[in-house]
């Protein structure tokens, strides 16, 4: 069936620096790619989304990447900060259908 | 405020028990999904209403069942509760039918069960 896969599980970061965290998708028909940041207790936020006839979006130290080939996308956090600490889940939807397949998340800690 | 409402915030309620969570979606937005998140797990996708009707379903237990109203907001109905059915209940709402522009989620109702 559809599976997202996400990695890594936490990620621990010194502020300044860059963080990565990567997703598989299985479904190729797989169409639009959002990305969610979860803060403890809190409802998720969209941060940022790609579609499959975009490579790469940017918005500020937020990027995006997906390689369609390789059913990978992927988030890059530049110049991390304390407040960038919280969980972060990739999603998929296929086109087609109305839910998201969501990964299991990356807990991100920034330290200070 | 992401402008999906849900009620109640928190919720406690003993094995056995009856609930009902209530959504009502952003102004313009027709599709409300459910979402099941346990402790520290990933988001679990419940159902989704369009405009009334079951769009899809997912790992949904029979003993939970939902419905869209006219006025377009969504009742989840949780019942004879057990232990594992703790967790933070997130509805979401959407313009169309599908979800490619984005969910927007409402700020969960935490349901502990005791």
Do not use: M
């Amino acid at each position: 069936g559809e599976n997202v896969e996400q990695h890594p599980s936490t990620l621990s970061v010194q502020e300044g620096d860059s963080a990565v965290i990567k997703c598989t998708y299985s479904d190729s028909a797989s169409n639009y790619f959002p990305w969610y940041k979860q803060e403890l207790g809190k409802r998720p936020q969209l941060i940022i989304d790609i579609r499959s006839n975009v490579g790469e979006k940017k918005d500020q130290r937020i990027a995006v990447t997906l390689n369609k080939t390789a059913k990978h996308f992927s988030l890059h956090i530049t110049e991390t900060q304390p407040e960038d600490s919280a969980v972060y889940f990739c999603a998929a939807l296929s086109s087609g259908t109305y839910k998201y397949i969501f990964g299991t998340g990356t807990r991100l800690k920034v330290l200070a | 405020d992401s402008g999906v409402t849900q009620t109640p915030k928190h919720l406690i309620t003993a094995t056995g028990q009856r609930v009902t969570l209530r959504c009502s979606p952003r102004s313009g937005d027709l599709s409300v999904y459910w979402y099941q998140q346990s402790l520290d797990q990933g988001l679990q996708f419940l159902i989704q209403y369009y405009n009334g009707e079951e769009r899809a379903k997912g790992n949904i237990l029979e003993r939970f069942s939902a419905q869209q109203f006219p006025d377009l907001h969504s009742e989840l109905n949780l019942s004879s509760l057990e232990l594992g059915d703790s967790a933070l209940y997130f509805c979401a709402s959407s313009e169309g039918q599908g979800a490619s522009y984005g969910y927007t989620f409402g700020s969960g109702t935490r349901l502990t069960v005791v």
